[in-house]
Each structure stands twice: as structure tokens, then as C-alpha cells.
């Protein structure tokens, strides 16, 4: 095990935020994680995945766990699907892009989400119509009490939108070093309901798509519209779209016929963010070094040079004017420190 001191996460957040870890190290067996937590040695620690769901606003007074963990295998075989372990440290696309390969569905409309396989079922990743939990089997995970591995079955989790019991009364207590998919082999289930992804297929000329069209498709709508985290720093979408009482919606209503919105239940409605901060006037505004996407407005961006707390200030900033202008609290989806 080789600690680093004084190291720059500037590399390891995709937000592109130059902070300092106090020491850091690569762990690439659950043996050297295990033997971290049993040692007196390191009291703070920080668990870092793909770095790609967080603001960084300080430097880290820990030791710094980045979760290197490789390796997927097929566990088990039936004749419509099949099990499928992967270790926490595989870079989801790769992981996606390998499913598909072996023509395994299940994962394709989650094509391009940046991150590890490992910090996946935490927010419980979603897009075009899938979430995570539609595919998950299982995942193994280290009590930092005990030390030893506990396995969290699809009901353990408690899955919700953008949410499972590892922000809630899992959180910090567990380390996920494996997940479980059941992917189809044969059979497929197609999502191609999402409005963009039905344009995307049309464009492409495809009328009786495959798993591997729809990821293209996929690949090919995130590409126009969210910012490649290579060339302008950023997390995704910063935050939550926020789910509104339908009497709160009414009255929203009132005021904005025109606001799009999903039903999630009888008394339930959810709200696109994103909507909300274009129509509070922020969308594509920057501050110097950073600011808000042009193209979708849920991104806020790092250009260069920007500090965590610029992002965390201008996110305040959004948040009061979405609050004064719609009445509605939108909340963080990535996790500040
Ligand atoms: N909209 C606007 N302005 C914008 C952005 C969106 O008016 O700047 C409107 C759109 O016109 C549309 C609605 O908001 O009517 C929804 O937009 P979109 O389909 O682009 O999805 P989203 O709600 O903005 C969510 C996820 C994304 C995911 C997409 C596609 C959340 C917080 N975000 O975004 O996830 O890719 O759906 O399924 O749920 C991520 O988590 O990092 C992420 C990118």
C-alpha cells in the first residue's frame, strides 16, 4: 500500500476543482481496505469513486480512499438473462460498453453516465426512461464496523429517485466494493419511449433498433447536450428535479400553463429543475470562470480556475431565485464538501 501526501484532486473530481488531499491512496483489494480500517494509523477517511458526483469546496483533511477495485465476471447463466458482477472501481460506460458487447441489455439507455460502477446504486443513476434499479441484482458492500462483507438484495437498498438507503441510514457506514446486474441475453426490453431518444433513433434511420442502437442514440443525445466533463468541468446535473404536491402544482400552474412536468402519483408531481433555472434567467450565464450549460441549465460548469466555493455560491444563487420566482426548493443532487 503506498500512501501519497499533499496530493491534487483536481484530477479525480469531474468538476475539475483544485483541492488538496492530506494523504491518498489507490485501493485495489478489499485486504488493503480492510487493513486501513483496522489500523489506528489513518482516524479520517474519505471515499472516493469516479469523482463525478461531487463539489469539492475544501481540501481534504483525510486519507483519501480512491476505490480502484477491477474486475467483472458472469456469475451465473439461466436461458433469458444472466447474472453479472462487477467490481467498484470499473468506469460505468466501460462497464455499459462491455454489456454490450456480449449483447447483455438492461444498461443501455445508461450509456455515457460518467462515474464507477461502485458509486452507482448510492444516488441510484437514472436516465432516458431507466434507472439502476430496474437492472440491479445485488451488491456487496464493507460494514466499517464489522469488516466484513454484507450483501444488499434489490429491497435492501430502498430505491428511489436519485435516492437508496445508502444516503440515508446507510450512509457512511458501508463501502461498496461490487454490484450485481441481471441482464437480459436474449428478448430485450427496448426503452425508446423518451421523447429524445425516439428522435435520436429516427435520425439514425433506425426503424427496429437493437440494445446497441439505442446506446448510440443515447451516446449521441448526451453528446449534444451535456457538457463532455474532459473539456468543461462539471457533475452532471447539480440538482434534484424537485417532486411537488399537486395542489403546490396547481398553483404553479396557474401562473406557468406551459411548465412541463411527469406524474409520479395521485398527490405527486415532478418538476424538470432545469426548466425552472432557464426560466429564472440562468441558463447559459457565466461568471467569469464559471457558470451555468448553455444547453441544459440543470449542468453548472467549471470553465477553468473556477473554486468549489464559486460553484457552491452560484448554486445558492439559483436556488433563492428559483425559491422567490416558483416557490419551489430545489435541492443539490451531487454531494458538497
Ligand atoms: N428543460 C428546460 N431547460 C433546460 C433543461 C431542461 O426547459 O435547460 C426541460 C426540457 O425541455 C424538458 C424537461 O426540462 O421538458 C426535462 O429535460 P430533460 O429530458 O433534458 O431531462 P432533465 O429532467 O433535465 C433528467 C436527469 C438527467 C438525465 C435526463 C434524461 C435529473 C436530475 N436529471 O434531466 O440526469 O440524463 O433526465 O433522462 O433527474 C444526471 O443525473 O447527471 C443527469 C444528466
Request: glycine share 8%; aromatic share 8%; net charge neutral.
Amino acid at each position: 500500500m503506498q500512501i501519497q501526501q499533499n496530493i491534487s484532486l483536481k484530477p479525480y473530481n469531474t468538476f475539475g476543482i483544485e483541492v488538496k488531499a492530506k494523504q491518498f491512496i489507490s485501493v485495489t483489494s478489499i485486504e488493503d481496505l480492510k487493513a486501513i480500517y483496522v489500523s489506528n494509523e489513518f482516524p479520517k477517511k474519505f471515499i472516493l469513486g469516479g469523482g463525478s458526483n461531487m463539489l469539492l469546496t475544501n481540501d481534504i483533511d483525510a486519507l483519501v480512499l480512491h476505490m480502484n477495485l477491477k474486475g467483472k465476471q458472469i456469475v451465473s447463466k439461466t436461458e433469458n438473462d444472466v447474472l453479472v458482477e462487477c467490481q467498484a472501481g470499473e468506469n460505468w460506460h466501460q462497464f455499459v460498453l462491455w454489456c454490450l458487447d456480449h449483447d447483455f441489455g438492461g444498461l443501455e439507455n445508461l450509456s455515457l453516465i460518467p462515474g464507477n460502477v461502485g458509486s452507482s446504486p448510492i444516488q441510484n443513476i437514472g436516465a432516458y426512461g431507466v434507472e439502476l434499479k430496474d437492472s440491479f441484482h445485488s451488491c456487496k458492500a464493507l460494514d466499517l464496523e464489522t469488516l466484513e462483507l454484507k450483501t444488499f438484495n434489490n429491497d435492501d437498498c430502498e430505491f428511489a429517485y436519485r435516492n437508496s438507503i445508502f444516503k440515508q441510514q446507510a450512509k457512511g457506514k458501508y463501502i461498496i466494493v461490487s454490484v450485481t446486474f441481471r441482464l437480459s441475453t436474449k428478448h430485450h426490453k427496448l426503452h425508446t419511449d423518451y421523447g429524445a431518444i425516439n428522435s435520436a433513433l429516427k435520425t439514425m434511420q433506425i426503424t427496429n433498433p437493437t440494445i446497441q442502437d439505442i446506446s448510440k442514440a443515447v451516446i449521441s443525445i448526451r453528446e449534444d447536450k451535456l457538457p463532455n466533463p474532459k473539456d468543461i468541468g462539471n457533475s452532471g446535473s447539480f440538482f434534484k428535479n424537485p417532486i411537488i404536491s399537486k395542489q403546490d402544482f396547481l398553483e404553479l400552474q396557474k401562473n406557468f400553463p406551459e411548465v412541463p412536468h411527469y406524474v409520479v402519483s395521485d398527490t405527486q408531481i415532478k418538476v424538470p429543475a432545469g426548466w425552472l433555472i432557464e426560466h429564472a434567467g440562468f441558463k447559459g450565464k457565466t461568471f467569469g470562470n464559471h457558470g451555468v450549460h448553455k444547453k441544459q441549465a440543470l449542468v453548472l460548469v467549471n470553465y477553468g480556475g473556477a473554486s468549489g466555493k464559486d460553484i457552491l455560491r452560484l448554486s445558492e444563487l439559483i436556488q433563492k431565485t428559483v425559491l422567490r420566482i416558483f416557490n419551489i426548493r430545489i435541492n443539490a443532487e451531487v454531494n458538497i464538501f
